[in-house]
């Protein structure tokens, strides 16, 4: 049974930075899409970032660039967002989520087989 659990949410001002995590179990992580997606109140959910399992490669929205990196840390199978220069639209809760070892669409939520429960991460101006 694949578990991904996030942590590290939390209020930060416009400008700070937070970091993600998501603590993987039932599964070998790095062979597997993973990403990272958010929802804001009223609004779908949607890809932030994304590990390509072949060569590592990382893949972001446009919205984040820059600002936004994801990383995975295969021995502890842990994935990780750093977020920095946060901005008021970044306030979502977001979500740690695992494909299999191909997707159709790379920040397509519905792409994505196991989901974690979520984590808040709030930025006031």
């Known amino acids: 049974q694949v578990h991904l659990v996030e942590s590290g949410g939390g209020s930060v001002q416009a400008g700070g930075s937070l970091r993600l995590s998501c603590a993987a179990s039932?599964?070998?992580?790095?062979?597997?899409?993973m990403g990272w997606f958010r929802q804001a109140p009223g609004k779908e959910r949607e890809g932030v970032a994304v590990?390509?399992?072949?060569?590592?490669?990382?893949d972001y929205v446009d919205s984040v660039k820059g600002r936004f990196t994801i990383s995975q840390d295969n021995a502890k199978k842990t994935l990780y967002l750093q977020m920095n220069s946060l901005k008021p639209e970044d306030t979502a809760m977001y979500y740690c989520?695992?494909?299999?070892?191909?997707?159709?669409?790379?920040?397509?939520?519905?792409?994505?087989?196991?989901w974690g429960q979520g984590t808040q991460v709030t930025v006031s101006s």
């Open positions: 590990l390509v399992p072949a060569g590592g490669i990382t």
């Open positions: 989520a695992a494909a299999g070892q191909s997707v159709n669409s790379r920040f397509n939520p519905g792409d994505y087989r196991y």
């Open positions: 039932g599964y070998s992580a790095s062979g597997y899409y």
